[in-house]
């Protein structure tokens, strides 16, 4: 009896004072590498572990009124005793804004909290492992979901067990909240800035703020962080965009076919979902109905219109102020990270639908290293966090989450400041950390930091590429004088781009997701010579075409690709633009220490539209987002050059026009060169 007792007394002990014995001893040791080492083992005890409190105590749509008296509804989460009582000291607080309804939130959160159940089917989730047959991308879609990504979409139980509280909002518009939705523009923005306020203000809050959440919910974060509301001490945004009109709406001009019906669809039609336990008790929210009334279905109106309309001058004024530089709308929507002033951990992929943002956020917080983070997979919009907890590998990001809000929330020494500060897996190698990654400006050669150089578009055959046209890359330039021609079509359905563009649902697909070869074969191909030894291409990459169209317009397509020497080709990064938007707005670009871009970045805008003479040379520089990738010997580096990009993208229906879905030309002319710009560290041989 006096064993029985001594035990269970233990047991509470262990599990009150278990997080912070592990913290503690977390904060003797530095973290190494990728996993962490044995400071990243001690994050993820702490998070297993017994927590401090056993239950969670929720309250239910609670109306949170914003300074226009449109009322908000969010759940709360407190930490509760055995009794399911919340507690009386007042904790740090987690904040997160959703337009996918915090039902969808709460419903997921249950799914994965069933006792034992809910354990199960994690196992599982993390134990399926299709590697190596034709729906491997399946395996990375369960073990994203088995490795926290949930946890940060809906709410960590065991973050709230700890001693934390979490705030999850339906945006206005959105869910069970009145209103108009803002789609993320200047109200909601303030939304986001009274929320916080409010929920630093509540007895239940000691006044420190973090938020958390995926994708719309990590835009929001970052949003909220440069506008700097003295209670929000720290984000921890999962694939976050910053840019949103170069990095999902309109990238280069084709806008977002693939993503942005889906989107529209799927937030307008959890909207309309009413509240039924209001129904039921009498306390139905009729200015709820009568918001949804005035606007059942945003934007898509404007979507439509888009799409019936021939001209420029007759499209929905909403739609032109989203395609105009400068505009109210797009001003909203365009991000400066350089106000953010706490610290902030980055978390994206490769082939994210915000790739092109993710590092370019990290770089531009003005913070040291370790305040700011980076940790970019080889993913998806979908699966972030797919690989995880094993040697070698990152923590799981609910992991990393809470060993960052225990230090920037709670002072807990645990040493998380000292990992990455950039950890990157390397699209055809492994995890990496890093100082630096895809600095704007170039860096001195040597060991360790990669120099820009260009790589020429060669007519000579590589004997590689089953493409439209098999050419060259090569490393001098070349006298090669020739036209190259190359017709829309329809083999990018399956591509890589399409696979990002559906946030990697069509990654489950080997043979579209990882390998080209099926969309190559309606593609102009240029491949270099293979290289002798490893070789890295770390950093932004830009292509320079010398283009001619058949009409006032054309739309480009360009990706860089790894090829095996199976023929299996992987694109490493992409970019798009429309020949007529090819203005490049010099103060947000880059250019390397040889004088050529980096980052070339267009306008995107209509009033910048320069239609293309028919027949004549016309220059573009095109995009690709950064990467992190390694060529092992014997491979190659490709560029694939197309002619459209559907579903990815698709011109609005008055610049289609004026492309005329004509073939599209290349001309190589050695006074006009066409070559690829890319950051190389080794000695590739070529």
Known sequence: MKYALRTTVAAVAAAMLGPFLVSGAAAAQAPTGPDGGAAGAA??????????????????????????????????????????????????????????????????????????????????????????????????????????????????????????????????????????????????QQDTIEVIDWAAAQPWSNGRIGMNGISYSGINQVQAAEKRPAALKTIFPVVPGSDLVNDVLAPGGGFGTAFIPLWLT??????????????????????WLADRVRDPFTFMDVLLNAYTTTRIDDLDPRAKELLTDGSRPRQAWLGDPSRIQIPTFVTGGWHDLFTYSESKIYQEIPLPAGQKQLLMGNTYHLNSGNEYAKPGLPPRLDVLQRAWFDKWLKGIDNGVDGYGPITLRQQGGGWITSDSFAEPTEQKGGAQNPVYRRMYLSANGSGTANSVYDGSLTAAANDDTARL??????????????????????????????????????????????????????????????????????????????????????????????????????????????????????????????????????????????????????????????????????????????????????????????????????????
């Open 43 to 188: 994050w993820a005890a702490t998070q297993d572990g017994p927590q401090q409190y056993p239950n969670i105590n929720i309250q239910w749509d609670v109306p949170i009124t914003m300074s226009d008296g449109t009322v908000l509804k969010g759940n709360v989460y407190r930490p509760a005793d055995a009794f399911n009582r919340p507690i009386d000291t007042p904790t740090p607080t987690i904040v997160n804004l959703t337009p996918y309804t915090k039902l969808v939130s709460n419903l997921a959160d249950h799914a994965q909290s069933v006792p034992g159940l809910s354990d199960a089917l994690f196992g599982l989730l993390r134990q399926i492992d299709l590697s190596g047959t034709p729906l491997s991308g399946v395996t990375d879609l369960t073990k994203g979901i088995g490795g926290g990504e949930l946890r940060s979409f809906t709410v960590d139980r065991q973050l709230i067990k700890s001693g934390y509280s979490q705030v999850v909002v339906d945006v206005r518009g959105t869910g069970f909240s009145q209103g108009t939705w803002d789609m993320l523009r200047d109200r909601e």
């Open 266 to 287: 799927a937030i307008n039609g959890t909207k309309l979902v009413p509240d039924l336990a209001s129904m039921v008790n009498g306390q139905f929210d009729t200015r």
């Open 485 to 686: 021609t190359v017709a829309p079509g329809l083999t990018t359905l399956c591509s890589n781009d399409a696979a990002q563009a559906t946030a990697g649902v069509l990654s489950i697909i080997n043979g579209c997701g990882e390998d080209s070869r099926v969309a190559e074969l309606n593609a102009l191909s240029f491949t270099s010579d293979p290289v002798a030894e490893p070789t890295s291409i770390s950093g932004r990459i830009a292509v320079r075409l010398n283009t001619v169209q058949d009409a006032s317009d054309g739309y480009w397509v360009a990706t860089v690709n790894d090829v095996a020497p199976d023929g299996r080709s992987s694109v490493l990064s992409s970019g798009q633009l429309m020949a007529s938007l090819r203005e490049v707005d010099e103060a947000n670009s880059s250019k390397s220490a040889n004088g050529d871009y980096t980052d070339p970045r267009a306008f995107t805008s209509l009033d910048n539209r320069q239609p293309t003479v028919p027949g004549e040379a016309t220059t573009l520089n095109i995009a690709l987002s950064a990467t992190e990738a390694i060529l092992q010997p014997g491979h190659r580096l490709r560029v694939d050059v197309f002619a459209g990009n559907f579903p990815k993208g698709l011109p609005i229906l008055p610049m289609l026009l004026d492309t005329g879905l004509k073939p599209q030309h290349v001309q190589l002319d050695p006074n006009r060169p066409s070559f690829v710009n890319v950051p190389v560290r080794g000695n590739p041989g070529w």
